[in-house]
């Protein structure tokens, strides 16, 4: 009995023990001095790393009511982990998990230059660069990585490299101009890329200047031979990509707005060659990063200037001469200046065409063009002018941060006068002015992490100012019964500021975010004998919101998804963009990519019909009363083919857009007219590369249709740049120090209306272009000569909503056409210092 009764006592003494409160006090005391107490006060059994544990600091005054809660709360916010065995807590470091990381920039070797939107392929994982050249990657794996590096017109690079901060990948180009280097053991992307996101193709603008193109203009007509862009019609102010229709696509040149790709006779355009760096183009179905447009977009990026050595470039032609100087500053900074300047008017006295169809030619004496019937010729001299100047400054530091202001400014002026007698005495005269300015400061953050950042700020402007006099006296009594005198000014305004950022998550992850500020304005006022009959003022400033998830499902498998969220402030709204893309790569040669996006327009180029029928454009701000929002939804699914130099791929597109917006006179009263369209297409493309020699053939099917609700029904018709096939052709024969190339460019055709909008006539576009040139290197310089052949076979072709009509009296009219390209001969000399 008295055994028991000491057992029960001794159990209530033991279990009176452990139901005690463990009070831990404790101030900036090392970890391993806590536990020492606690092993010491409360019979913990312990077992750890003294000299680990004595690295972490411990304040604490709480009280616990089991060893477990004690060892759990200590241990909690600590790298540090325990296991119990046998009442015995083991005390160790928590596996963590460790992360490889590299970031850097693509590099032209010779000139330093950062080299946007390169292909990468790191540790079998595909990425691009951003548009300065910036590149990160994170590994839990390995600690290098190896690294497949492309660029257009650079030898592919295959390196191993270890972890770290800042990696310059330099590339080689491959056309160097030093005859006497010569690369045989590594594989060169030429001309073309097709990216692995659908719509998307990147072009190689060295090799444009192989090509038959106006030294002055080679951007322009190294785009229209892409599928999908339309060549036929030689259209002077914008771009139309897939069906777009004018204002609707956008091109942006260091970040700056280009209002107008003004290219009168394909000799001059908007972005000068001497400061392009890289093209990339975006038909449709683009992902969230991009937005503000319902068409497509060409972002442009320029050249920084060379920080190795001073270098002078001189152009001169027949019709202007251009330069460059690029100047390096320090190590780290370099200052680039180009300029062009018309010297010699552009044109001679030309014979342009004019038609009609209710006027019968025959009966006036006038003869008739076999391949174009209805059209005879008239004598005009136009007369243009222009000049362009570029700045850009440009300082890169050590640490991989970047900063660049870039300038532009251009002025073209454009007239001509045109007398003739048919059926009576008609007097025009004609003038265009168009002035462009635009600039741009550019800033990029590369974090310690490697995550990277970039704010840029612009403001983008274009002033346009027209006159058009007729006037019509009858030819016996020269008593005047018809005359028109319209000027009008239209000015657009834009300031952006933009801020990215792109975070690498994982391995396969990484997101882009981004926030944006836009505010744009519009001012158009026009005048008829001197009586201001329009004035109108507009402004369209919104913020905008992006976000965008890339991940890499698996090998070859890539899927981004994201949204573009814009708010108009005058429209209190919030319009919604969602997008998504999926790229899969079957194995290195095939691949197949897709897209879906809704996009939004919040400024647009609404299109007047005047009472003669003929069209021009103003550009308007949406304000969701009689101007809506244009919006559009984009399909694109495409696949491509890439072997040993040979390159297929095709793509197509479907596209409805809903906001089109009509000025048009009705009754003498003017009116607004809302409409709708629809495109689909399919682009094939074909190259193949043998040896230094390039063959490419592209070829574009399409349709674009159109409803306005003044239509007198309500069916869709043909859109006036809808053309059902396009095809086009080039090749390079490179005969070191000479190459010949050549292009053809056919297109059926674009509908020609009469007043009933009935299709009168549907003309076909040729034209077939060539060049010699020839390279040589005489001591330190760099000096071609070449001479370029345009519209050999003289085509008259039509230009594309670029023609006048004429009244005549109330049944006649004559539809003037002019601006196509003649047949011309063009010689240059550059030289390079």
């Known amino acids: 009995m008295k055994r028991v009764i000491i057992f029960l006592l001794l159990g209530l003494v033991f279990s009176t023990i452990s139901a005690q409160k463990i009070k831990l006090t404790a101030n900036k005391k090392p970890l391993s001095e806590v536990l020492i107490d606690l092993r010491d006060n409360y019979d913990f059994q312990l077992s750890f790393n003294n000299n680990l544990l004595s690295t972490y600091i411990v304040s604490i005054n709480q009280s616990f009511s089991s060893k477990d809660e004690t060892i759990e709360f200590l241990l909690r916010k600590l790298p540090l982990n325990y296991e119990k065995s046998n009442e015995v807590y083991l005390i160790y470091p928590e596996e963590r998990i460790i992360q490889y990381r590299i970031f850097g920039k693509i590099l032209d070797k010779e000139s330093l230059e950062p080299l946007p939107f390169s292909h990468l392929t790191i540790n079998n994982s595909p990425m691009a660069t951003d548009e300065r050249g910036n590149f990160s990657f994170t590994s839990e794996i390995d600690s290098t990585f190896r690294i497949l590096a492309s660029h257009l017109g650079y030898f592919i690079l295959d390196t191993l490299v270890n972890q770290g901060a800042n990696q310059n990948i330099l590339l080689s180009a491959a056309s160097t101009d030093l005859p006497e280097i010569t690369v045989t053991d590594k594989i060169v992307q030429t001309f073309i890329k097709m990216g692995n996101q659908a719509g998307n193709l990147k072009l190689n603008h060295k090799i444009a ?8 203009n080679s951007v322009f007509e190294l785009l229209r031979l892409q599928p999908g862009i339309l060549a036929a019609g030689e259209q002077k102010n914008d771009l139309i990509i897939w069906g777009s229709y004018e204002g609707e ?7 700056i707005t280009l209002w107008g790709l003004k290219n009168v006779y394909e000799d001059i355009g908007a972005v000068n060659p001497l400061v392009v760096k890289n093209i990339e183009v975006l038909k449709g179905g683009f992902d969230a990063r991009y937005g503000d447009r319902v068409g497509g977009i060409v972002y442009i990026t320029g050249k920084n200037g060379t920080r190795l050595k001073p270098t002078l470039n001189l152009t001169l032609n027949n019709i202007t001469a251009s330069g460059s ?15 062009r300047q018309t010297y010699y008017n552009l044109f001679k ?12 030619l025959q009966e006036q004496g006038l003869d008739q063009e076999a391949e174009l019937p209805g059209l005879a010729a008239l004598n005009v001299a136009p007369d243009y002018k222009f000049h362009d100047l570029n700045f850009k400054f440009t300082s890169n530091w050590e640490n991989g941060d970047n900063f660049s202001f870039s300038l532009m400014t251009g002025e073209d002026r454009y007239s001509y006068d045109i007398t003739t007698d048919v059926y009576a005495n008609a007097k025009k005269h004609k003038f265009e002015g168009n002035n462009q300015f635009g600039a741009s400061i550019n800033y990029g953050k590369v974090w310690r992490n490697g995550n990277t950042s970039s704010l840029s700020v612009s403001r983008s402007e274009l002033d346009t100012r027209t006159s058009d006099v007729l006037t019509i006296n009858r030819i016996r009594t020269n008593e005047e019964f018809y005359r028109r005198d319209d000027e009008s000014t239209n000015s657009i305004l834009e300031y952006r500021a933009t801020l990215k950022n792109s975070f690498v998550f994982a391995e396969d992850q990484n997101f882009e975010t981004g926030l944006n500020y836009i505010n744009d304005e519009v001012n158009l006022k026009e005048d008829s004998l001197g009586i201001n009959i329009l004035h109108i003022k507009s402004k369209a400033d919104r913020i905008g919101y992006y976000f965008q998830n890339n991940l890499n499902v698996s090998s070859g498998v890539s899927i981004k998804a994201g949204f573009l969220a814009n708010y108009p402030i005058a429209l209190k709204k919030v319009y919604w963009e969602p997008r998504i893309s999926i790229s899969l790569l079957l194995s290195d040669k095939i691949g197949i990519n897709g897209a879906w996006g809704l996009y939004k327009q919040f400024i647009t180029k609404s299109s007047v019909l005047s009472e003669n029928g003929d069209f021009r454009y103003i550009w308007v701000g949406a304000n969701e009363k009689d101007i809506p929002v244009l919006e ?13 130099g040979f390159t297929f791929s095709v793509e197509a597109y479907y596209k409805k857009t809903d906001g089109h917006t009509r000025y048009y006179k009705f009754r003498n009263e003017g009116n607004i007219s809302l409409g709708k369209s629809k495109s689909n297409g399919l682009d094939v493309f074909v190259k193949k590369d043998i040896g230094d020699h390039t063959l490419w053939v592209s070829y574009t099917l399409s349709k674009t249709l159109e409803n306005f609700d003044y239509f007198s029904s309500n069916n869709y018709r043909r859109a006036l740049h809808d053309q059902r096939h396009e095809i086009k052709t080039a090749g390079l024969l490179s005969l070191k120090p000479f190459y010949i190339s050549a292009n053809y460019i056919y297109g059926s055709g674009f509908p020609i209306y009469s007043s009933q909008n009935k299709v009168v006539a549907e003309p076909n576009y040729t034209r077939l272009d060539a060049a010699l040139i020839y390279k040589f290197y005489p001591k330190k310089t760099k000096c071609e000569v070449g001479i370029l052949f345009h519209n050999i076979l003289d085509r008259n072709n039509i ?7 004429i009244p005549l009296n109330q049944i006649n009219s004559i539809s003037i056409y002019t601006e196509t390209v003649p047949s011309s001969i063009r010689l240059y000399f550059k030289i390079t210092i």
Not at 325 to 339: C, N, R, T, V
Not at 349 to 360: G, R
Not at 632 to 644: E, T
Not at 799 to 805: A, D, H, I, L
Request: zero cysteines; a negative charge.
């Open 325 to 339: 100087y690029e100047q390096p500053i320090g190590k780290q900074s370099s200052l680039l200046l180009a300029f």
């Open 799 to 805: 230009t594309y909503e670029s023609y006048e009509k």
């Open 632 to 644: 559009s939804v984009h399909h694109v699914l495409g696949a491509s083919y890439n072997n040993n």
């Open 249 to 255: 696509s956008q091109v942006l040149f260091d970040n």
């Open 349 to 360: 006295d030309q014979q342009i065409k004019y038609a009609t169809s209710n006027l019968n």
């Open 209 to 216: 200047g192989f090509l038959p193109t106006n030294n002055d």
